[in-house]
């Protein structure tokens, strides 16, 4: 008898030294899920290297999910510390991962649809094919289309021109970026702005329904990480290499801190724009080569609502390459318009992103101040 009570005070004390180190193994995932929360308010102009800590939000998310499947087993009534944990950032939980029931979309919708077409570029390899590309956006009948990396030129730009013409859509554009609409446009281009590599904000004018909505398209900077760079740091990983992960992952955490630098201008002329048209319905899109959990997305939503969130369901993964899946294709709108039925087209993989898709109508329940153009 003296062995068992023995050998059962020592299990006791293992299960209370495991629940005490665990313990503390959960309050550190918590405490690194909040960070990663706050770091999208830090403007990497200043920050450059800590404003990217949303990056590792979803690592741990996970993290404190399987402490709640964990603690079910060893100790129900540690259950909460992680759940309080998810709790207290939900908005960004809602933000990277929505789910919404799906409601049937409004017969005076107007369908919407986002996406980088990357050139229309050919990569046999990697499975881009631009006359695939150009076939869906032409058979898509949304009513406007937004389409960044764009050409202005080319054999595969005309085929596309000729049959969105053919279809009845009018045009605007200002170098890779394009807006392609069904609907009426009001007046002359109202904003652009142009960068190197295709990246920029272009804006305009279009009647919906007798309103003048504000409809702008952005390419934001861009990673610029090469297939090589990433190809190192695989095989750095790969091999176990310290030396080689150290070195590969400065070359990256570099790349990465440099283009949320730019990016952050480039988002904070956007919130200028976004603020100086504020009195009419806006449709904010585009490629912004950021995760929900990031200060580009926090920026524009404190201004504008995210349509993925609103009737989204999922991560909604809009960049089509493997070992990323990430969300940076987005749609936004202001509080005069509702959302329905958003999502990601998963099925199309004839370019590096895929399309996101939404339907937007009035929402009834909001007034614009004003709905004149100047």
């Known amino acids: 008898m003296a062995m068992d009570t023995v050998k059962s005070k020592v299990g006791h004390g293992l299960r209370l030294m495991l629940v005490s180190v ?60 992680p759940i309080m944990g998810i709790i207290f950032c ?23 649809m986002s996406y980088n077409v990357v050139g229309f570029n050919d990569d046999e390899e990697n499975g881009l094919d631009g006359y695939k590309t150009i076939e869906y956006i032409s058979k898509n009948n949304a009513d406007i289309i937004f389409l ?28 890779q970026l394009r807006i392609y609409s069904k609907l009426p446009f009001v007046g002359e281009t109202i904003y652009s702005e142009s960068k190197k590599k295709g990246n920029g904000t272009f804006a ?43 070195a590969s992952g400065r070359v990256l955490l570099s790349r990465l801190s440099l283009a949320a630098t730019k990016r ?37 939503a404190n201004l504008l609502k995210n349509a993925y969130e609103e009737s989204g369901t999922g991560l909604g993964i809009s960049f089509n390459r493997k070992g990323f899946p990430v969300r940076i294709d987005h749609i936004f709108t202001s509080k005069g318009l509702k959302s329905a039925r958003t999502f990601v087209n998963s099925k199309i993989s004839s370019s590096d992103h895929r399309p996101i898709i939404t339907n937007i109508y009035k929402n009834t329940e909001t007034k614009q101040a004003s709905n004149v153009p100047e």
């Open 22 to 81: 665990m313990t503390g193994a959960n309050v550190v995932t918590i405490l690194l899920l909040w960070v990663s929360c706050l770091s999208t308010h830090l403007d990497p102009a200043t920050y450059p290297k800590l404003s990217l800590g949303g990056l590792l939000f979803p690592v741990f998310l996970v993290l404190n999910l399987a402490f709640v499947f964990f603690w079910l087993i060893i100790s129900c009534r540690h259950v909460l510390l």
């Open 148 to 175: 960044q990396e764009c050409p202005s030129g080319g054999k595969k730009y005309l085929e596309l021109a000729k049959r969105m013409t053919d279809s009845g859509y009018n045009v605007k554009a200002n170098g």
């Open 204 to 246: 305009c004018m279009v009647e919906i329904k007798g309103d003048t909505v504000v409809l702008i398209n952005n390419h934001l900077e861009s990673n610029s990480i090469t297939e090589k760079e990433k190809d190192d740091y695989s095989e750095a990983l790969g091999f176990h290499d310290k030396d080689k992960v150290k």
């Open 264 to 300: 952050a201008e480039q988002t904070d002329s956007l919130c200028s724009l976004i603020r100086k048209y504020e009195r009419y319905d806006m449709i904010v899109c585009g490629d912004m080569n950021d995760t929900p959990i990031s200060y580009t997305y926090q920026q524009i």
């Open 90 to 112: 939900w908005n960004y939980v809602r933000d990277y991962c929505p789910i919404n029931l799906q409601k049937k979309v409004p017969e005076s919708a107007c369908k919407i």
